[in-house]
């Protein structure tokens, strides 16, 4: 199980390069242009995606959080982008040092409302995976939005041609 999820997630890196390879060339406008999405935007659909990683990196410490890592974030749009592709890569090292028999343990955790749930550290790997998967989807409708077509496959099927 461990290698699989840790190929997943060394995936979701992969992908949230290509990602970020492009919303390098864009102009903040276009980065902040408003569109119909979960999140009005290409950076805050970025900084949501950063923020899930980052949350569920401190649970997975076992630390609590109450508020969305980015919410104070001041800085650029080349430092957000550090900022994620870096939590990204802390994600999959946390992963990686994991052993093989913690992934069937339950984490009991509270979300940033304060209410309490328990699942298990493989499905909650897998759920941030997927989150960042469907978020990523969202981010090419947008580009195509601000004008760009050429755009690289962010598939797990092609990570795993490699």
């Known amino acids: 199980m461990k290698t699989q999820l840790v190929k997943y997630t060394e995936y979701n ?8 390879d492009i919303i390098n060339t864009l102009t903040e ?3 902040d242009k408003v569109q119909v999405s979960s ?3 290409i950076r805050k659909t970025l900084y949501h995606i950063w923020d899930a990683q980052g949350i569920w990196t401190i649970r997975l ?5 109450t508020e969305w890592p ?21 994600f999959t090292s946390l992963v990686k040092g994991f052993n093989d028999g913690i992934f069937h343990d339950t984490l009991q955790y509270k979300n940033i409302e304060g ?8 499905d909650i790997v897998m759920h941030v995976m997927n989150h ?24 797990f099927i092609a990570y795993c041609r490699l």
């Open 13 to 20: 890196s992969w992908a949230n390069r290509h990602i970020t």
């Open 29 to 31: 406008e276009q980065i």
């Open 132 to 155: 960042s998967t469907f978020h990523r989807g969202q981010l090419i409708s947008m580009f195509r939005d601000v004008g760009i077509t050429k755009l690289p496959s962010t598939d």
């Open 39 to 41: 999140f009005s935007s």
């Open 70 to 90: 980015s919410k104070n974030f001041t800085g650029t749009t080349k430092d957000a982008i550090d900022n994620f592709l870096n939590s990204s890569r802390e």
């Open 115 to 122: 209410k309490e749930f328990n699942n298990t550290i493989a």
């Open 61 to 65: 410490k076992v630390g609590v959080v």
